[in-house]
């Protein structure tokens, strides 16, 4: 497995020449991250549904197929259409898609047959917009994150609607999300709690003659813990977990999930601009650059783990720095981000640095949404 560690081996030769701030991807470190992940799933790469909202690269779902990885989750209908369009061969929109968003997903649907296309429901009402389609049905429990969902405890209704989507329904989506705000050391313990609530569904909806084909879990924080889950194992269904941020990681992926062989494979590549005070810098990578949305620091400063990011404006991010630091204007950072999804959905292109060199420019295919002037039928003026 590729190992990098330190600046020297980020560092981009020619980095002078490069327009800041600018997204940068090593293709090399994604593909050990997917490796790292397989790894977990004990190579099994059906054991894997990725969300990619994390890559949002159609560059990069070329590395999960040429590994093996085809069923995938995403969150809205450009990344969708991103997924199918790379051929990905089973794709979840993990979101409750509404009136306009609802009649999109459809006709992405229609326009991509090859891909199996499923949706997340909590009602009988969200299940009737899907009606004489092929799209499937995943109920959407509530873990607890109370973000969406039906409740955990609501057994008998969930089963009642299962029964009555019985033709579309594939399985159930179980997003614990908020293990990430729970300590390491009670993590595992909470997780199989969460488990073991879930397959009392599971088996409920079984008892009552529903066909369960997949269990869909856990996200980056609670994935190891998926996979130590007993219950999972020898079952009729398919187990998944679904973590994305692996791919790349960040800050927070590599504090919650040490000892797998996790590394950075997407930085900020930024430029010093000012030293108003001795023991202060700042560079052009603010919180359009680097996403603020998960607190302050936003970011570290890879090879510098002295300097303290301070909270960013629109384009600038102050860094506080030793005061005997040799700096220069102009010269270049390497950051980090702490959360990496909504960093990489703020450029419009990744650079893809291979031993040292801009190998080729990608786009970020899946950033923003969905051009509502295009589904809706309107010209762009």
């Known amino acids: 497995m590729l190992v990098m560690n330190g600046l020297e081996m980020y560092r981009i030769a020619d980095a002078e020449n490069l327009l800041t701030p600018a997204l940068l991807i090593y293709p090399q470190i994604v593909d050990a991250n997917i490796e790292a992940t397989l790894n977990m799933t004990g190579g099994n790469p059906d054991r894997w549904r990725p969300h990619i909202k994390t890559v949002k690269m159609t560059a990069v779902l070329q590395r999960f197929h040429a590994h093996g990885v085809r069923n995938f989750k995403c969150s809205t209908t450009l990344e969708l259409i991103t997924a199918c369009a790379a051929k990905a061969a089973d794709v979840l929109l993990a979101f409750p898609v509404m009136a306009a968003n609802a009649r999109a997903a459809r006709e992405i649907a229609e326009q991509f047959p090859a891909t199996r296309i499923s949706i997340l429901i909590e009602s009988i009402e969200q299940a009737a917009t899907w009606r004489g389609t092929d799209i499937g049905l995943f109920i959407d429990v509530n873990p607890g994150m109370n973000r969406t969902g039906m409740s955990e405890d609501s057994v008998e209704a969930i089963v009642k609607l299962a029964r009555k989507v019985s033709d579309s329904f594939r399985g159930v989506h179980y997003y614990d999300g908020h293990m ?62 679904s973590p994305g941020t692996v791919v790349f990681n960040d800050m927070t992926s590599l504090e919650q999930l040490p000892g797998f062989g996790y590394q950075s494979a997407a930085l900020v590549l930024s430029t010093v601009v000012s030293q108003p005070a001795a023991q202060s810098i700042t560079c052009d990578a603010g919180h359009k650059s680097v996403s603020a949305d998960a607190g302050v620091p936003t970011c570290s400063v890879i090879g510098h783990s002295d300097w303290v990011p301070a909270k960013p404006s629109e384009e600038h991010l102050p860094i506080g720095i030793p005061v005997e630091t040799k700096i220069a204007l102009g010269d270049k950072l390497y950051l980090l981000p702490r959360h990496v999804c909504p960093t990489v959905n703020n450029f419009d292109e990744a650079l893809m640095v291979v031993d040292g060199k801009v190998q080729r420019i990608e786009s970020v295919t899946a950033r923003g949404h969905q051009s509502t002037a295009t589904a809706a039928g309107f010209a762009i003026l």
């Open 180 to 241: 990430s705000g729970v300590a390491a050391d009670e993590r595992e313990r909470r997780a199989h709690e969460g488990y073991d609530r879930l397959l009392r569904i599971v088996d409920a909806l079984q008892k009552e003659g529903v066909t369960v084909g997949e269990v869909i879990t856990s996200g980056t924080p609670a994935s190891p813990y998926a996979m130590s889950y007993p219950g999972f194992r020898g079952r009729e269904f398919a187990h998944r977990i």
